[in-house]
């Protein structure tokens, strides 16, 4: 059995490492353009920040141990082509030129996603730098240390993280969005509002509704136009969001409109020879029970163990995902599952809402501080589609728990009355989460 992957980040790497294991007399090779892999893209601001010390220790693997494991790793080696009916790849080795061909009984499609760069003028300047790999985070170290102002354009995660970054260490910060608020994709207005307060209070310059027009300077960027003014800077970091890295299967297999790959439960996609994992592929989305695209590397750590698992008949389902994620920005723990309002109301589903304010333990305790807890659900059915959590203590647990509760179909009412412990140091006799089911039954 020859097995070819192409890609090795979170998706590539948990897959052929779990493919070593299961079937140890295939032939399995990777192809990717990188000379790392495995990088954990998610630490990236920790890293530009300082916060992380030993770059090594973002990444879980390497291509020496994953030789060691018996695979081929044919690194920084680019594919070029895909023959879907013969089975077979070409590529071509970036460092000496020489064009590959190679053949597959089974392809993994693990190729990840890459940062939208908008058709803006001057994007190609100087000191206008993307967000994504290991490499890139290098460069951005190395520009900020010449640079008094920064200017992130986009905020989502990997934006407002790294916002909180540069102002840390002393930089002028400004911060843009065609949204008119930070975070959309994960909160509702009530959580980012103060979010934003916080940001202004701490002298970052938010502008928030406004598009970038263009890009000026003479050779290295000097100031970033929106439809709203001019804003003089050092640096810009584009983080306006990924999209899947498909090209190469294009009008081959089923993909969404934006070209992430379609799969089964079992992680095949309509070729049956090709199975896909990660960011390069539209997931279940469990609150709605359509396909959506959530580039999340817990989801890709998943599905890559799922496509190995499967790889040689259908054995084990991918249960599928809320999209789950968490953030720390400054004092402030959130954390986010499934739909909120916004997200509801963007893809026309209809939800109610309950919003608790509550102190996460006893106030005869030293001290108490506030957790303010978003419950979303069908009216309908009452089952749980959502939830958001903001605090200054880290409560971002609960919102695994009230994953667990919308793919499992708990209804609010039932989380009333959920067993959960009561012990002074950590919580109230009742829940926050029993009080949230309480609240939305009356």
């Known amino acids: 059995m020859k097995i070819a992957v192409i890609g090795s980040t979170h998706a590539g790497t948990a897959a052929v490492t779990n493919m070593a294991h299961l079937y140890p007399e295939a032939d399995i090779t990777v192809y990717e353009r990188n000379d790392n892999v495995s990088f954990l893209s998610c630490g990236l601001a920790l890293y530009v920040g300082g916060v992380v010390d030993d770059p090594q220790g973002l990444f ?123 975070l959309n994709r994960y909160l509702d207005a009530e959580f980012t509002n103060q979010i934003e307060e916080d940001f202004r209070h701490r002298g970052i310059d938010l502008r928030l509704g406004e598009t970038v027009e263009k890009f000026e300077g003479k050779g290295s960027v000097q100031a970033v136009v929106t439809n709203k003014g001019r804003i003089d800077t050092d640096l810009v970091i584009m983080c306006v969001g990924f999209r899947p890295n498909t090209n190469l299967l294009r009008g081959k297999v089923d993909m969404l409109d934006n070209g992430a790959i379609k799969v089964n439960e079992y992680m095949q996609t309509s070729d049956p020879a090709i199975f896909a994992a990660g960011d390069c592929c539209a997931v279940k989305y469990n609150p709605t029970g359509g396909h959506a695209y959530i580039p999340l590397a817990t989801n890709a750590v998943r599905m890559g163990t799922l496509a190995a698992r499967n790889l040689m008949g259908p054995v084990l389902k991918n249960v599928g995902t809320q999209g789950t994620s968490g953030l720390h920005i400054y004092d402030l723990n959130m954390a986010s599952t499934g739909l909120t309002e916004t ?94 089911g309480l609240a939305a039954a009356q």
Not at 376 to 383: A, F, G, I, M, T
Not at 392 to 413: A, E, H, P, R, Y
């Open 60 to 182: 879980y693997s390497s291509p020496e141990q994953l030789r060691q494991l018996g695979i081929s790793m044919r690194m920084q080696h680019d594919v070029k082509d895909i023959d879907t009916i013969n089975q077979r790849i070409e590529a071509v080795n970036l460092v000496t030129g020489e064009f590959v061909t190679d053949y597959y009984d089974k392809l993994v499609m693990t190729t990840g996603s890459w940062p939208v760069t908008p058709p803006i003028e001057g994007i190609d300047l100087d000191n206008v730098l993307l967000a994504k790999n290991y490499n890139q985070a290098n460069t951005i170290i190395e520009k900020a240390e010449h640079a008094d102002h920064v200017t992130v354009v986009g905020a989502g995660y990997i934006g407002v993280e790294l916002v909180e970054a540069f102002e840390k260490s002393g930089k002028r910060v400004t911060l843009i969005d065609g949204v008119d608020r930070i």
């Open 343 to 436: 997200s509801a109301r963007l893809l026309g589903v209809h939800v109610k809402s309950i919003t608790i304010n509550e102190k996460h333990r006893p106030e005869f305790m030293p001290t108490a501080e506030n957790v303010q807890l978003k419950v979303s659900y069908d009216p309908e059915s009452r089952k749980i589609v959502g939830a958001q959590v903001l605090s200054k203590v880290d409560v971002t647990q609960s919102i695994n728990t009230l994953s667990v509760c919308t793919q499992s179909g708990m209804t609010v009412d039932e989380l009333g009355f959920v067993d959960f412990f009561f012990q002074p140091h950590f919580n109230q006799p009742w829940n926050f989460l029993n009080k949230a």
